[in-house]
């Protein structure tokens, strides 16, 4: 593993330890060179996964794109990285065991807001606000209005 701070190759673990319900390797490492600390993370990624955009063009799946929208729709929440983590990772899990190589960006932002409705529901407006593309406060108020008798008939799906 090269160093991150002096570009060394001579680095060198200093803890192993699962993280994330043992589906990640967390590695504590030390550079011999300049005797920096970091850390790695090691995941198991069961398939290549490409996404399709709306306008249809194919890209690589790229977890800290995931990461991010997540991190910005619960930045302020009280959640922690670690939480946020985890529900990062059940979504690739979700994703990677579909069997589909190819995964449309309208179904990545689905289980996104599945996710968030079960997590927060400040979370989740402020996703949806991005993902259905809110024009002004009548589209926030029109969605949370339906949010709200989803949630009191006991049905947390996602209103059209």
Do not use: W
């Not at 390797?25 to 709306?54: D, H, M, P």
């Not at 009191?152 to 996602?158: H, I, P, R």
Request: some cysteine; proline content about 5%; charged content about 35%.
């Amino acid at each position: 593993m090269r160093c991150p701070f002096c570009g060394s190759e001579d680095t060198a673990v200093r803890d192993s330890r699962p993280a994330e319900d043992n589906t990640v390797v967390r590695r504590r490492r030390s550079c011999g060179n300049c005797g920096a600390r970091f850390t790695t993370f090691e995941r198991v990624q069961l398939r290549e996964i490409t996404v399709i955009k709306r306008d249809g063009k194919r890209t690589p799946f790229v977890r800290e794109k995931l990461l991010r929208s997540i991190t910005i729709a619960l930045r302020k929440r009280p959640f922690e990285p670690d939480d946020i983590d985890q529900l990062v990772s059940g979504i690739i899990r979700r994703l990677e065991s579909a069997g589909e190589s190819e995964v449309h960006s309208t179904e990545i932002g689905s289980l996104i807001m599945e996710a968030l409705a079960e997590l927060d529901p400040v979370a989740y407006v402020r996703y949806a606000s991005v993902y259905r593309d809110f024009k002004d406060p009548s589209d926030f108020a029109h969605f949370i209005e339906r949010y709200a008798l989803e949630v009191e008939e006991g049905n947390k799906t996602d209103p059209e």
